[in-house]
């Protein structure tokens, strides 16, 4: 499952779940962080893709946010 929450300056916080509630899970830690403006009208899509992945258990450790492509320096980044 792949949730992307597309916020109001047509940026992008992609998440890939096993299912809905964890991306949506996610999505509620991540909307703390993100700037309360761009919120505003912000969306939630969810898409079921067909390609298999295998299950990792993995911890959060750190989000960047960036203006331009990644291979620039991110704007902040932040520690979890």
């Known amino acids: 499952m792949r949730g992307t929450l597309i916020l109001s300056d047509n940026s992008r916080v992609v998440v ?4 809905e509630a964890d991306c949506t899970k ?5 909307r703390k ?6 919120l505003d009208g912000a969306q ?3 898409t079921k893709g067909t390609a298999k992945f295998s299950t ?3 911890k959060a450790v750190y ?5 331009g492509h990644r291979d620039q320096a991110p704007l902040w980044a932040k520690g979890l």
């Open 56 to 58: 990792r258990q993995v």
């Open 63 to 67: 989000v960047k946010a960036f203006a």
């Open 26 to 30: 996610v999505f509620s830690y991540v």
């Open 33 to 38: 962080l993100i700037i309360p403006s761009y």
């Open 16 to 19: 890939n779940g096993k299912s």
């Open 44 to 46: 939630e899509i969810f």
